[in-house]
């Protein structure tokens, strides 16, 4: 394997273990960022984000010398731009950050280079506005710049394994640039690398996302409906997927992160006229905090001056990811109605525990009313309820998550209710999915 030098502009959920990755398998990786404290902790060894294994990895790959941050570009055999593209009020991409990356590198680029846009953009945005300021130096493009759209595909909390376990697109703005980007990522992809277009890959990304988002959109409305006519949709959905064909995916409290919650939106902004069903999922899927808080509201009915405590403000369970987490809207509607909350996150630390107000386990639940399960983090499921059932005025759990043992909250005093659930107790209950299944 040739030794390459490689410039990563973005050091994020993705950009930083994809920099690490290629550093540990003998790449010379400079990470760059805009915020100094980034920058000095991973000089340091350590790592701003949480994601296991990685900060074993950062530590090895520094102290190494193969991988180092900076507030600047440096020259490089490779370029990848892994910044984010957030949404703009208007539910349109933001592309100043792909921008300002795509400027800030062409002062150092020169032939045979290869730049890989990592961010997830909307169908026609390599072509449309990253090719034309490339353009910018003076290198012909294909030929003596090569440039390639390869779209991440992992999911945070398994993004080392994923990352090398995973098939990868690799959509090139012709062939030369595709194969060029083949062979970097082949120094630690272990699965299949599929060779497209550029625009195909950015399409394909999008799509994946929104498959995704629909179906989970399609599982939310069944859980409205469940609601309505007692039935529960747990079960209904364990039950359906017990046919050969079919794949219900689970409700919650709305859909996060930076990829699902964002990415069809981009598919939305190209073809507006076209894509109604993809804008209708996304709506529903955006109801969903309105619709915990009205459930909540209803089990609150009579009493007054209500403490709510919220356990997991994070996008999904056993990350720190914030981003797009539907659980901060819930707490926004909340707190604009001046209702005394109680939060517990054991992933979020310094600054954004202060920032949202966050507190211990048994702080939290003091004097409160209800427990909303917002994120389906491992440490909720070893609480013992009744430690801290006696701290709580009223005993009540709303489950957005289906992880508790609604048998042992129930046995510690708690009425517990699901999200898409008020079928209580039906005949059928004491048998069970499972039971059914013999």
Not at 184 to 196: D, E, G, H, L, P
Not at 212 to 221: C, G
Not at 299 to 320: A, C, M, Q, R
């Amino acid at each position: 394997m040739n030794k390459e030098k490689i410039c990563c502009v973005g050091l994020g959920y993705i950009g930083l273990p994809t920099a690490t990755m290629f550093a540990v398998n003998g790449h010379e990786v400079v990470g760059v960022d805009v915020q100094d404290h980034v920058i000095d902790t991973i000089n340091d060894g350590d790592i701003h984000i949480e994601e296991p294994g990685l900060k074993e990895m950062v530590r090895g790959a520094v102290m190494e010398g193969n991988l180092s941050a900076s507030l600047e570009p440096v020259e490089a055999d490779v370029f990848i731009i892994a910044v984010p593209t957030p949404l703009t009020e208007n539910k349109t991409a933001n592309l100043e950050y792909v921008k300002d990356a795509t400027e800030s590198i062409l002062p150092y680029l020169k032939k045979d280079n290869l730049v890989i846009i990592e961010s997830t953009i909307a169908p026609r945005t390599t072509e449309d506005v990253v090719l034309p300021i490339l353009e910018k130096s003076n290198l012909e493009l294909g030929e003596e710049l090569f440039v390639a759209h390869c779209p991440e595909r992992v999911l945070p909390g398994q993004i080392i394994q994923e990352l090398v376990n995973n098939n990868r697109i690799i959509g090139g703005i012709n062939e030369k640039s595709a194969l060029k980007a083949r062979r970097i990522y082949k120094s630690f992809v272990q699965a299949n690398m599929y060779i497209t277009d550029a625009t195909t890959a950015e399409m394909v990304k999008l799509m994946e996302n929104t498959y995704r988002d629909v179906n989970i959109a399609l599982a939310n409305e069944l859980a409205k409906i469940s609601e309505e006519n007692k039935i529960d949709i747990w079960e209904a959905i364990a039950l359906a997927n017990k046919h050969p064909r079919v794949n219900v995916h689970l409700p919650g409290p709305g859909v996060g992160g930076h990829c699902l919650a964002v990415d069809p939106w981009f598919i939305v902004e190209s073809s507006p006229d076209k894509a109604k069903m993809i804008e209708l999922s996304r709506n529903i899927n955006d109801s969903m905090p309105e619709f915990v808080v009205r459930n909540v509201k209803e089990i609150l009915f009579g009493i007054g001056d209500p403490k709510i405590s919220i356990f997991g403000i994070t996008y999904k369970g056993n990350v720190d990811d914030l981003r797009e987490s539907p659980v901060l809207e819930i707490i926004e509607i909340l707190e604009s109605e001046n209702i005394d909350l109680g939060i517990y996150d054991p992933h979020i630390s310094e600054p954004q525990k202060s920032e949202y107000g966050l507190s211990e386990l048994e702080e939290s639940v003091s004097g409160s009313d209800i427990i909303i399960i917002g994120a389906d983090h491992n440490e909720f499921e070893d609480i013992d309820p009744a430690k801290i059932a006696p701290k709580m005025r009223n005993t009540k759990v709303y489950d957005t998550k289906n992880i508790l043992d609604k048998e042992k909250w129930e046995k510690a005093g708690f009425k517990v209710i699901k999200i898409g659930d008020y079928s209580d107790y039906a005949w059928h209950k004491e048998y069970g999915v499972a039971e059914l299944d013999k």
